[in-house]
């Protein structure tokens, strides 16, 4: 009896009572993997996520456009600073920018980043 419990109790626990595998789900499952080379840009683009100031800037980008000063002033950090922070965002794609003079105009460039961060955002509330 003890024995029976500890199946059921590991059973309720996610785990599996038996040993054994389905070939064919095990194929579709392989199927929908991702390549490596997907893998590792979803990994660099949650890296880049990661970041709480990089975050901030996407919030403060989404439905305007901003010079890097305006965006400096928002983050309240220097202008150097808030530059080599959108490099980082630029070189994955996601924010694209204007030159007007000598000023720098940043948007994102696309909707889709946001979409996914609200979603992040609201994950878990029900």
Do not use: W
Not at 18 to 23: G, K, L, Q
């Amino acid at each position: 009896m003890a024995q029976q419990l500890i199946r059921v109790r590991r059973a309720a626990e996610g785990e599996c009572e038996v040993n054994a595998f389905d070939p064919q789900r095990v194929r579709g499952a392989l199927a929908a993997l991702p390549t490596e080379g997907e893998l590792e840009r979803l990994q660099r683009l949650f890296k880049l996520l990661g970041s709480p100031t990089r975050l901030r800037l996407l919030f403060a980008l989404d439905g305007r456009e901003l010079c890097v000063c305006d965006l400096a002033q928002v983050l309240g950090m220097s202008t150097s600073a808030t530059s080599q922070e959108l490099g980082r965002l630029r070189n994955e794609g996601l924010v694209a920018y204007r030159a007007e003079g000598k000023m720098a105009y940043y948007r994102l460039a696309s909707g889709k980043i946001m979409a996914l961060i609200r979603a992040a955002k609201n994950h878990g509330r029900g």
